[in-house]
């Protein structure tokens, strides 16, 4: 229930923002959104076993057993751990200053996709479709890494190169294996002529689906053993046995058509050339996360995309509720069909990531 209070407040704050106040600066931006950084700090910073791994972190935000992530490349978050203990923050506080990073880096990217106004809607798709905002609680390194990555792309949209390269590079010694996605980000830049065609994004997206319906464990299974640091999964035969459940799937298929809408709305939208270039890595982000979803180990990769592919449903629905009057119950129910799934999700299914406990009730 606290995560629906937490959106249902959230939302309706940055809503009357933008009524009240004229935001152009981030620096505005952010002194007004100090309310909502401190409630998302007291949430996700003061979780309490959430996850499977919260115990774990608990033991090394202490102190313990860092070389573990220096064994995995992962230094920067080893010495990010050790300069928080040197400043006497330890434990649950170190949760307390990686949600203030977080939040801080969320902010930017929405204000500088698309700044201050609709800012309410670019949250409650983040929260609702993304998975981001949950999973940060347990998957405590990868997340980091995804928030960096997310900044590095918004630098280097803005051609802000070396700034982009400087958090690309700290993004590669916080999670050693998200070196993988740069390549794809690179990707994509260099074939940014080809893919911004509204025809080739919607073969990309249903491209995706077909190929998300192969097993593709079977190939997974000969290229792992190249890889030193996944042998262990390898030599288990967990990659047989772990299989993506339909219904998961399903859950991640019923926003395709909303998202070739997006695509086939996109010339109406009247985007700027950087807006756009976000509305295409988005497109293409989700439709990597679908096209390795039955990837065991790799699919985690897809989570990288996770807070630019609400991009695309964010442009729709201001798109949407810019139309007047005559769409609103098109807005409306698309925000009803995000909402649905997700409530159910934090309160009867609630499990999880999705079931709340907090560092302040004990």
């Known amino acids: 229930m606290i995560y629906l209070l937490f959106l249902l407040v959230s939302c309706v704050y940055f809503s009357y923002l933008r009524q009240y106040r004229r935001i152009s600066s981030f620096q505005r931006f952010l002194l007004y959104s100090l309310p909502f950084v401190l409630f998302w700090g007291l949430l996700i910073g003061g979780q309490y076993g959430v996850g499977t791994d919260y115990f774990s972190y608990i033991r090394y935000f202490s102190g313990s057993d860092l070389s573990y992530f220096e064994s995995k490349g992962d230094i920067f978050f080893a010495r990010f751990i050790q300069f928080c203990n040197a400043i006497g923050i330890w434990g649950q506080g170190v949760f307390f200053v990686l949600s203030i990073i977080s939040v801080l880096i969320l902010l930017y990217v929405i204000h500088n996709i698309i700044g201050s106004k609709y800012a309410f809607l670019f949250l409650f798709i983040f929260i609702v479709f993304s998975g981001t905002f949950h999973n940060q609680m347990n998957g405590v390194r990868q997340y980091s890494a995804v928030y960096l990555f997310t900044l590095g792309v918004c630098f280097w949209v803005q051609r802000r190169y070396i700034l982009a390269i400087i958090f690309f590079s700290i ?77 998961v799937m399903v859950t991640k298929y019923i926003y395709i058509p909303i998202i070739l809408y997006s695509i086939y709305l996109l010339p109406r939208m009247h985007l700027t050339s950087m807006q756009k270039r976000y509305f295409v890595l988005g497109v293409c982000g989700y439709a990597f996360k679908i096209s390795i979803l039955s990837l065991f180990i790799v699919n985690r990769m897809g989570q990288y995309f996770e807070i630019l592919m609400c991009v ?51």
């Open 171 to 247: 993004m590669s010694f916080v999670h050693s294996s998200s070196i993988a996605v740069l390549l794809i980000f690179f990707f994509l830049n260099s074939a940014w002529h080809f893919i911004e065609e509204r025809r080739i994004l919607a073969l990309i997206v249903i491209a995706a689906f077909f190929i998300s319906m192969l097993n593709l464990n079977v190939l997974l299974q000969k290229v792992m053993p190249f890889f030193g640091q996944y042998e262990v999964y390898y030599n288990s035969g967990r990659i047989e046995g772990e299989q993506v459940s339909k219904l």
């Open 312 to 362: 695309p449903i964010v442009f729709l629905l201001i798109y949407i509720k810019q139309c007047g009057k005559r769409y609103t119950y098109l807005y409306l129910l698309l925000l009803l069909f995000f909402i649905a799934p997700y409530a159910l999700k934090v309160t009867i299914f609630a499990t999880g990531e999705y079931s709340y406990s907090s560092f302040f009730l004990l």
